[in-house]
């Protein structure tokens, strides 16, 4: 094998029976790239001895790193420990570092006594090597054999995210020659999939064999990413970046951004470089807009706040709409959210605000205005943009194409 | 084999760059279950040949059923439709009803002219059956070989719901002899994984062996889940019933609810049980609250609004919160949140509500008040209950504990 791959196998019936959502893999495949190990597969298996034991061996056949999570928590549902042990020819055996460490938890941060099967945590096979884990009591193990390296991380995303930073992820590039791997993404807005693919089908046709095109749609709007991968970084570099101004070039009138980004983080760049301040009056994203905001560290540089007036009462007393507008053209028109845009601009007194109102379902739908109908205004001083969209699809999707489609027009106002 | 199991296969590079989070698997899980065909392994590969075809080779010696997902938009990047029709030694053809659901779509829907590119989605190896797809271009395929079913959808989630919820689950049952999966949950909180498994010892070695035990630690809190399959139904059920109450008996001090519901859905029937209202007024969950409460159909009948006050010119200027309070203690602060709660209770006119502030990071920590402090408030009239909470993470996670522990306040309120 040329390059060397990674497999990640994510152990838990509840991964079988759809109770959790997978989000570990997604995020260990990004850091994995970034440091030059594609990915081969992803495999999820769940808490039986056979389809582990059957993981391991089918993955080391097409991977050189096996990177393990799941199965090592405190509790008698987990074997993945004990199968570990005995596939690699190991007893189990005290790690004393992780018993002071586990101890250390239970009295300092806990302040509970440690119960039997604690100790039980701090157990390891003595064919491993113990990868700490400062923030839980599941130590990471990182086992050799036939040249592949296989690491067994615990499945809770934050103890699993400081067991790679921390050591997994500095320790691989001096085990295995890494490769460069690399992403340019464009987000456009406008165009479906076909259309953009037509618009761009000569610069893909001049694309070298080792740069990849992919088309994602997501709500309404399509990446296009590049992705080249090989060993001369220079060349591959600029290779790379030659191709993607072409693109870019061709797909400029629908363009968001030039990077793999999602749109809130580009409305506040844009926020941030004017030193602008928004706030949002929302009623049927319930906050999602402000959340997606506030999700970002040093929101409060340009957000101000929200009134999230999902009952038409705190529309009349908060956002001042009149009630003969509710009572004539209702509250999702483009009178209402008009006025809810100014008034929280100037209620909170900002540069910029986003107002939204419509029906999510599955229920208020009415014939002149289906499930799915929304007004979106955007306000800043002096001028107010209105626009009616119809998304018609389920509840927590119109939720999410509202104010992603709120988002991009606040965008087109701060560029425009 | 005896159980037919069936295995997820997901197709797309973007899933081994970690681009996207594989949603699709856990719902297709979750269903395939209720239907008693359980899951063996969740498989994603990239969009290349021989791994394409090496995971439908692997994965139909360990299932009956072998579901694929992704690979079939209408660009270049997708390779799966020819690699199916070259599997299952078939020729690609046009398939006349596709064909004209794909031309009604360009035509009335999206107005414009049909590319060459979308009547290639209207091809299919005619060796399959055509599962259509009434929420986009691309429609299903389902072939069959040594007794395998091998069904290929789209990776758009919504168009993927829609072709199994209705083309693929309901056929299912009448191709392959299915079991009974019933699984039965309790949502704990206020008791770690060790100490709740500690609780609980008598009652997990009374288990039979058609029982399995599994303890699902998140965010604080701990689900604890019983898994009963097997043939005879009426005995499966009677037995599963028995140690549920067992278990519910035992870990009743913690109990949040016997089903496996997030804690928002328990607080909106808790709401609408009492034909209560409520509000919340949050600084650092920015929205987050409102947006749990809003994600659910019908959320109108008990929630009236948010005030998102970010700025702590919000915090004085709509909820009242005097500035010698900001100046004093400061808005991360018992007496911040209290008036808080009680402004906004005041303000919206409900029966209940909860207000938020704290230090989410990573900026913003001080020696006194570093990252993770929380106070949360919940009101209602006449009596107000606060709480310090000490979350330590990152921001994410600190946004979540705390939305996630300012309801279950809210809980232990509207039980009391």
Known sequence: MDINYASIITIGDELLIGQVVDTNSAWMAQELNKIGIPVKHRMAVGDTWDDIWYALDEESKHASIILITGGLGPTSDDITKPLLCKYFGGKLVIDEETLAHV????????????????????????????????????????????????????GVPHEMKWIMTNVVLPLLP?????????????LTAGIGESFLADLVKEEEAALPSFIKLAYLPNFGMVRLRLTASGDDKALLTESLEKHFVAFK???????VIDE??????????????KKATLATAESCTGGYIAHLITSMPGASAYFKGSVVSYDNSIKTNVLHVPESILETVGAVSEETVKIMAESVLEIMDTDYSIAVSGIMGPDGGTPEKPVGTV??????????????????????????????NALNMLRITLCG
Chains 1, 2 share one sequence.
């Open 103 to 154: 101890q250390n938890i239970f009295l300092s941060i806990l302040k509970r006594p440690m119960l039997e099967v604690n100790v039980k945590q701090a157990e390891v096979p003595d064919v491993c090597t113990v990868l700490r884990n400062e923030k839980g009591t599941a130590p990471g193990m990182l086992f050799e054999k036939n040249g592949k390296v296989f690491i067994s991380l615990p």
């Open 260 to 273: 793999d980004l999602p749109i809130e983080v580009v409305v506040a760049r844009l926020l941030k470089e």
């Open 174 to 186: 001096s085990k295995f020659k890494t490769t460069n791997i690399e992403h340019r993404t464009l």
């Open 375 to 404: 007004w979106i205004a955007v306000a800043k001083k002096g001028e107010t943009t209105t626009k009616r969209f119809d998304f018609r699809h389920t509840r927590d999707r119109n939720i999410q194409l509202t104010a992603l």
């Open 249 to 255: 070039e061709k797909v400029k009138e629908f363009l």
